[in-house]
Nanobody, 122 residues
């Protein structure tokens, strides 16, 4: 089994910054992509940012220039540094990863964290 555990959410004022972390643990041989999604009340879950094992990065247009995704392949951890936060960034942020549990596994499994709340409010 693979577990993804997020941390770093909380309440921040508009214009402020937060850094989210997500650590993967368990049966891990390799990780392909790691990323962040978010879901605001009454809205669908949407991609925020994703980074592949080759460090190719994709951002949602709404966060370009404000958010930075990075990963530590030794620690199996992905980070999301968020700056210039505004109330529209308020959501539950979910970590997502594609994990190959063993050398002879044929496929990468898709795993999700439990989510961490980010609230931007004065």
């Amino acid at each position: 089994q693979v577990q993804l555990v997020e941390s770093g959410g909380g309440l921040v004022q508009p214009g402020g910054s937060l850094r989210l972390s997500c650590a993967a643990s368990g049966r891990i041989f390799s990780i392909n992509y790691m990323g962040w999604y978010r879901q605001a009340p009454g809205k669908e879950r949407e991609l925020v940012a994703v980074i592949t094992s080759g460090s190719r990065i994709t951002y949602a247009d709404s966060v370009k220039g404000r958010f930075t995704i990075s990963r530590d392949n030794v620690k199996n951890t992905v980070y999301l540094h968020m700056s210039s936060l505004n109330p529209e960034d308020t959501a539950v942020y979910y970590c997502n990863a594609a994990v190959k549990p063993s050398f002879n596994s044929d496929v990468y499994g898709d795993y999700w964290g439990q989510g961490t709340q980010v609230t931007v409010s004065s």
